[in-house]
């Protein structure tokens, strides 16, 4: 008896030692990460303009600002733009300096005030984006910002993205296994890189009077997909 609890103690030890050695001695893997990107049309388009007003006081220059600004409200309206579509987006009156150089100094003068409202529209049909700038500046609106187009359903497109990512990381893993000469037996960990919002196609508005609406392209938004993994290699 005392024999066989010897040898079972032995074979107890040389189990232990195996399993340690295994946990000490990690298994193989191949590490890769895989990219895949959809596009879709955008839902709607956002628009930055305002009024830029001076005056020799910054009543004034308020004053002559507030009243254009109350024109391009009503002529967002007028185009059909929700009144919870519409933001201001900037805000503020600031001085104006004269810049006088002479050797050795500066001297800035202040030789007025300068007002500045802008409004940010978001405009539901990209149809009609061109349209909504002339009635903006038509009503008085001297300082076009920009145009971002975007869109609020991106989750289908996005786990589309996901899909042919992971197709492309699997593609890829098969690859180097083929070309390398081993077995794949699984996959330890798999993981999303990070991914930002998609970003919003930008463009500068344009504008003339002798065209009919000012031209604009809604293009198409990028959706990105970043996928990783851990695949352990047959030994």
Known sequence: MFRALIATTALTALTAGSAFAQIQEPQPTLSLSATAEVRLAPDYAQVSSGVVSRADTAQAAMRANSQAMAA???????????????????????????????????????????????????????????????????????????????????????????RQAIANLLAKAELFADAAGFEL??????????????????????????????PVAAGQLTLNASVNADFCIAE
């Open 72 to 162: 391009v409200f009503a002529a967002l309206r007028e185009a059909g733009v929700a009144e919870n579509d519409m933001q201001t987006s900037q805000l503020s009156v600031s001085p104006v300096y004269s810049d006088r150089r002479e050797p050795g100094q500066i001297e800035l003068n202040i030789i007025g005030y300068e007002a500045r409202n802008t409004v940010t529209a978001k405009v539901t049909d990209t149809d009609r984006t061109g349209a909504v700038i002339d009635a903006m500046v038509e009503a008085g609106a001297n300082n076009i910002n920009n145009v971002t187009f975007g869109s609020d359903n991106t989750e289908d497109a996005m786990d589309e993205a996901r």
């Open 185 to 214: 037996c699984g996959i330890r960990r798999m993981g999303e890189a990070h991914m930002g919002s998609p970003q919003p196609v930008m463009m500068r508005a344009s504008f003339a009077e002798d065209m009919a609406a000012t």
